[in-house]
Structure formats: C-alpha cells, structure tokens
C-alpha cells in the first residue's frame, strides 16, 4: 500500500519468532502517523491501520500493521529528550549506578543506541568515561554533538555494531532506551548490541512494559513508532536467541506509565540470574501475559475508556466550559485520533518543546502552542495527554490551578483530577 510517499503492510509473522500471527487483539481504526507534525492547518495527513497482535509462540505483542521506519523516523523527527526533567533525572541516576557497580574509568567505552541529544551521554561524558552516540536523526545528533557528546548518526543494527566494534573497541555497556519497541528489524537490532557488548560487558534496555499497557489501559501507548510492547517473558526468548542472558530487570512505575529496565549480559560471562527476574517472570505467568485470553478483553476495555472520555468532554463543552490539552507527544495525537475528539472539542494544546510549537497534531488538527498559553488563554480545562509526566506537569502548573484551571487525565480510567 502507498499512500503519500509512505509504504505500509500487513504483519503475518512475528517479529521475533517468525511464528504466523493471530488476528488482532486491538483495533484502534486508521490514524495518522503520530509524531509527524504538520506545518499548517491545511496539511493532509495520511492515515493507516493501527492494530495489535499477541505472538502464541513466543508472547511478543506487536503491530499487526507497519510502516517503515524510514517512513517514521525522518529529518523532521520532533523528539527531544531533554525536555524532561524527570527522564534526564532517570538517566542520570542510571549512569551513577553504572559508573559505580561496573567500576568505569577513562579507558572504559559507553554506547547509547539511540541516543537522541545527548541528555544520558553527556553525564558519562562529564565523568570522563570514553562514550559514544548512535542517533539516526539529524536535530538530535547534532544537538548532541553541541553538548560535546560523540555522535554517529546512523540507524543502529548487526552490521553497524561490526564497524563501530572493528573502529573503537567493543562496549563496556551498551545503553538502549525507549528504542527497541520502536526498530522493525528486531533480530537484526538485538544481534547488534550482542556484536558491540564486550565479552563481559552488559547491556541495558528500557522499555515501557505490556502489562502496564493493559493492566492501565494506556492505549495510547500504541502508535505506528512502536512495533513491539515487551514483556519480561518474550524479552528472555528474544535475548537468548542471540547469546544473552537476562540476569536483572528493574521497575520504574512513574517513567511512561510504567517502564522495565532489562540487564543482559553475553551468556557465557553472565553474572548469575538475580531474584529479580524470577519475581517478574512469576507474576507475568500469574497474570496470563504468555496466553492470548489476558488480551482478549483488553479491546472492549479500551472502548469503554474511550466512550466515557468523549462524554466527560461533551459534558464540560455543555456546560460552557473551554477545554485545550497538554502534550503533543505521539501518545497525545493516538489518544485524539482514535477517540475522534479533535478542533470541535479541544482549543489547542500546549508543549514545553519548542520544535513542536507553531506546528499542528496530525489528524484531530489542533495547533501547539508555548506552555504559557495556560496562563494566558485560560481554557477552563486541560485534558493531559502527557499523563506519564502528570506530577512533574500540574506541579509546574500551579499558578494555572491556582487560578481555577483544572487537569482531566484520560487513562486508566478518564476523570478530572480534584
Ligand atoms: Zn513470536
């Protein structure tokens, strides 16, 4: 299928264990790409199936409709890391803890595939430690050249981890995160960080967890970016098909909804299998998350959540009140444009980004504007559709609450917050 330059397929076979697929799971109808921003009002966006499947082979949910990357992550990619305070705050914490336990020094080597401005690296960097990025996308790798952060700018897979291996040693950790739900080449992408980890090096991936997915109904979390939704239980298959154990994972309920750290190591080297992995594989086997019923009503749950959302905002429309959003992120444009709440509902949305100000949300057409907005427009309310940074958000908005504005969070379940 072509559609406006972009290609897109239907998915017959899992991406990680080349099983045939079921049908989908979860049908969220045709959306736009969610991270590609307009540049006006007037601008088309092309819309393609969004929909889940659950591999019975190997428990890995995935797309059962894809796009390219290439079609996904281009020149105009908006994403900077950076803008978080609470993630470069994760980040930093992360590097303390490596630097500490894995003893790292000036002749160490740290890679982060996927490294977006530099906003893990440069604290490596700060430390002395010999680091370098891998960052496909033009903004950020340059942005992260500026804060002094080595950046290759290039998509990140076996054949690149062999050059980066011959050119500069093999990595003493190797650091992804928030990157492979989103690589369409899963094997090929795994294969690589077992090519670049030294022998008795380890690799760190985060990602946000499918049981929290369903568990919250963050259907929203599903967009064309993300090909994968991981667990524990298909993380394990898909790392010991390339050599590597998992030996720790790690929570961190507050970081997008609810994200997993998984600690691999090259298995003939690794370190024992802590209590950790045991503790979660269990409570993902107590769940259902390896069999296809724990997704099956999932679907009508996420119809239930959307139908009570559209009628919380027509109640307040109906009652005079001015409604506009906070967060142009990708989950914001899935939850609008599978909701089919756009222009007529919502007046505009705010974003601290400054390279998505001035630009539109794809589909439910809605103009972002700089933060201040809040204090200055004063819509009655604001439905946060970056609802993984709530805490961090309506703390910075205080002067907006305390001036009567108020909050709606949409997922898990939809409600305006007191
Ligand atoms: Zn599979």
């Keep these: 299928m072509t ?9 017959s076979v899992c991406r990680s264990c080349g099983a045939g697929l079921p049908e989908p799971f979860l049908n969220l109808g045709r959306t736009p790409v969610a991270n590609r921003l ?7 966006a092309p819309c393609y199936p969004l929909m889940v499947a ?3 082979t190997c428990a890995l949910v995935q797309l059962a409709w894809a796009l390219p990357a290439e079609a996904i992550f281009d020149a105009d990619y908006p994403y900077f890391s950076s803008f978080s305070d609470a993630l470069v705050a994760h980040a930093h914490a992360h590097v303390d803890f490596l630097l500490d336990e894995r003893r790292l020094s000036a002749g160490s080597f740290v890679v982060e595939v996927a490294s977006n401005d530099g906003y893990l690296l440069d604290r490596v960097v700060q430390k002395g430690v010999r680091a370098l990025g891998v960052e496909p996308t033009d903004g950020p790798a340059a942005a992260a050249r500026e804060r002094g952060v080595p950046t290759r700018q290039a998509f990140f897979g076996r054949d690149l981890a062999a050059e980066l291996a011959h050119k500069h040693g093999r990595a003493d950790v190797v650091v992804a995160n928030n990157v492979m739900a989103h690589v369409p080449g899963l094997n090929d992408f795994v294969a690589g960080l077992a090519t670049l980890v030294a022998p008795d090096g380890v690799i760190t991936v985060e990602n946000p967890s499918v049981v929290e997915l369903v568990e919250h109904r963050e259907f ?8 994968c939704y991981f667990s ?9 098909r390339h050599g590597l154990t998992l030996f720790r994972v790690e929570e961190f309920a507050d970081l997008h909804g609810g994200t997993l750290r998984w ?14 992995v045991r ?34 905002l027509a109640s307040l429309k109906a009652q005079g009140r001015s409604v506009a959003a906070y967060g142009a992120a990708a989950k914001g444009a899935t939850l609008l444009n599978s909701t089919g709440i756009d222009s007529s509902t919502l007046d505009f949305v705010v974003d601290r980004n400054t390279a998505k100000q001035g630009r539109w949300i794809p589909g439910a057409c809605l103009p972002i504007l700089p933060v201040e907005a809040l204090l200055e427009r004063r819509p009655d309310d604001v439905l946060l559709l970056a609802w993984n ?3 961090e958000i309506v703390r910075q908005q205080d002067a907006y609450r305390s001036a009567g504005g108020r909050f709606v969070v949409p997922v898990p379940e939809p409600r305006v917050l007191s």
């Design 220 to 227: 929203d979390t599903v967009y064309h970016e993300h090909y």
């Design 232 to 240: 524990c239980t298909s993380v394990q298959v898909l790392m010991r």
């Design 3 to 11: 559609d406006g330059g972009l290609t897109g397929d239907p998915v």
């Design 54 to 56: 659950f591999c019975d």
């Design 38 to 44: 307009l540049r006006s009002a007037d601008e088309q």
């Design 279 to 312: 503790d979660q594989l269990e409570r993902e086997r107590s769940l259902g998350v390896d069999r296809p019923d724990y997704y099956a009503s999932f679907g009508a749950d996420v119809a239930g959540v959307q139908n009570r959302l559209r009628s919380l």
């Design 389 to 391: 940074f709530a805490t």
């Design 263 to 276: 600690w691999m190591a090259p298995t003939a080297n690794s370190p024992a299998i802590e209590q950790s």
